[in-house]
T-cell receptor, first 114, second 117 residues
């Protein structure tokens, strides 16, 4: 089935550094969602994007819906230790028949050193 | 955001027994809920789509008689792992679709860690 290519797979950064991760697809998506998952917990929605070119911020997080509708990126500025976790992108394909069904990226494991 | 409650958070059971996991949307109605399975440090794998008042739609390779899904109300879906085996041990997560005025979002429960002995 359709997959999203998420990169990088893992990142080790120092506190205060900025972080960038992205997802790409060979198919067109009409929705991009970014989630963060802590160990033993369910994913928590960070940012939702619905229009090509849309740039949305949530505190230190910024995400963009690519103009080609085949990619999205998430930036985290001035990272702090509590940013540690796994970040997932998720997308909903255009013209899909399974309403609400999402495709997930493989995840980016973020480690922040104090 | 909307709240999705999943219970229990963890369960340990003997091989051969059945385990029921509940997923509730607390402050919204969810006509559609989704059940996922996740292995350590891996992405979420969709198991099935739960539709209120109708049969669930299972993904390819997921045994419907093994993983029974019931979505009897607009706020509750249950996943029952029947005759559990050690290979069923995993992290199970549900999500519910909350439809807003213009767009829809998907919110997740906190997950259930199942360990089958």
């Amino acid at each position: 089935g359709q997959q999203l290519n998420q990169s990088p797979q893992s990142m080790f950064i120092q506190e205060g550094e900025d972080v960038s991760m992205n997802c790409t697809s060979s198919s067109i998506f009409n929705t991009w969602l970014w989630y963060k998952q802590d160990p033993g917990e369910g994913p928590v929605l960070l940012i939702a994007l619905y229009k090509a070119g849309e740039l949305t911020s949530n505190g230190r997080l910024t995400a963009q819906f690519g103009t080609t509708r085949k990619d999205s990126f998430l930036n985290i500025s001035a990272s702090i230790p509590s940013d540690v976790g796994i970040y997932f992108c998720a997308g909903r394909q255009a013209g899909g028949t399974s309403y609400g069904k999402l495709t997930f990226g493989q995840g980016t494991i973020l480690t922040v050193h104090p | 955001g909307a709240v999705v409650s999943q219970h229990p958070s963890w369960v340990i059971c003997k091989s051969g027994t059945s385990v029921k996991i509940e997923c509730r949307s607390l402050d919204f109605q969810a006509t559609t809920m989704f059940w996922y399975r996740q292995f350590p440090k891996q992405s979420l794998m969709l198991m099935a789509t739960s539709n209120e008042g109708s049969k669930a739609t299972y993904e390819q390779g997921v045994e419907k008689d093994k993983f029974l899904i019931n979505h009897a109300s607009l706020t509750l879906s249950t996943l029952t792992v029947t005759s559990a085996h050690p290979e069923d041990s995993s992290f199970y997560i549900c999500s519910a679709r909350a439809q807003g005025k213009a767009n829809e979002k998907l919110f997740f429960g906190s997950g259930t860690q199942l360990s089958v002995l």
